[in-house]
């Protein structure tokens, strides 16, 4: 078995960040820096890099900086992506950036998910300059004018997921509709409830207004009581946390509490969960919870909480890469894209009332 030499492990790092869409958002670097990223001599790191023009992986511009070659990149995926997605862990972000990722490797389009801090990361402006369509996952902090115009350009293939920018000519894909949220809320009205109070602890943006509007609509719609209790946090801040402590000063007077709870977000539900049983309040049976979305340890935490699930978002994310492969630059479908149906998932915090 021939040995393998050290300019070919330089090749094959270099194809395994292409493949894994490294070089997106950003150019290759040279071959000094190539060098010092795997730990060889520039002669080594060059030769890698000739080796790979000559076949036609890498290409390199008059000005002599390296890039994928286009046929290349053509025979592995036809289009190049970018999910910018806010730095903060939380599970309904894994969700996103998993489906994402899997549907488009069926549509060969090479998604490369990239986290942002804030949004005048100069990764967001590589991103947009790098990639054929960018996806964008809003943090909780306001969007910059600056960059509504950017993302509005007559060159730019920009969705915004989880989010409506709708209004500003940006198609968006919401994973939850006015009338998914409608029908969580029968839900509690079916088994009893007559006092339904909303509680919020996410920091806000359009997504949770629309959230705490849609429950006033509704509470309004059935005349119903129904107090609000919002709290939002600071942008990348955990709302657990929040919750817990809002809901903690919320139980010490059981007056206040109402007959069923609905939070806007699961970590909102779980720390209103955890503080209600702090307070051995019997969740399911003495007061009813849900969230507006669950996340995936929704089904099976102890107690189970009751929310709207994940969508299939297949059928919402073919036409946008497919518009990402193409040539022209206008969105031709509907602005706003929404799931045709709810999937609502019932657990142990809603059971009907006693």
Known sequence: MARTTVYTKVKDVLQARILAGEYVARDLPGERKIAAETGVSYMTARKAVTELIDERVLARRPNGTLIVHPAYRDQHAVASAVLLVPAYPSSHLARCRIEIGRIATEHRVRLRTIEYTYWYDSIITEAIQGADGLFII???????????????????????????????????????????????????????????????????????????????????????EGESWDHPVEPFEDPIESAHRVVLDLAAQSESLPDA????????????????????IEVGHDIAVCSMNIEFPGRYGSPSITGLEFP???????????????????????????????????????????
């Open 138 to 224: 809003p943090s909780t902090e306001e969007l910059p004018n600056h960059l509504i115009e950017t993302f509005t350009g007559p060159n730019s293939k920009v969705v915004f997921f989880d989010a409506d920018m709708s209004d500003h000519g940006i198609p968006s894909i919401r994973l939850f509709a006015e009338q998914h949220f409608r029908e969580l809320f029968d839900h509690l009205w079916d088994t009893g409830r007559r006092r339904i109070g909303c509680l919020n602890t996410q920091g806000h943006n359009d997504e949770i207004l629309q959230r705490l509007a849609c429950w006033r609509s509704w509470i309004e719609s059935k005349g119903a």
């Open 261 to 280: 709870l609905v939070c806007t977000t699961y970590p909102t539900a779980v720390g209103a969960v955890r503080a209600l049983r702090d307070r051995g």
């Open 312 to 354: 299939d978002i297949e059928p919402m994310l073919a036409d946008v890469f497919e518009w990402f492969k193409r040539e022209s630059t206008g969105w031709k479908g509907e602005r706003l894209i929404v799931p045709a149906a709810p999937s609502l998932f019932v657990g142990e915090t809603t059971q009907p009332a006693p």
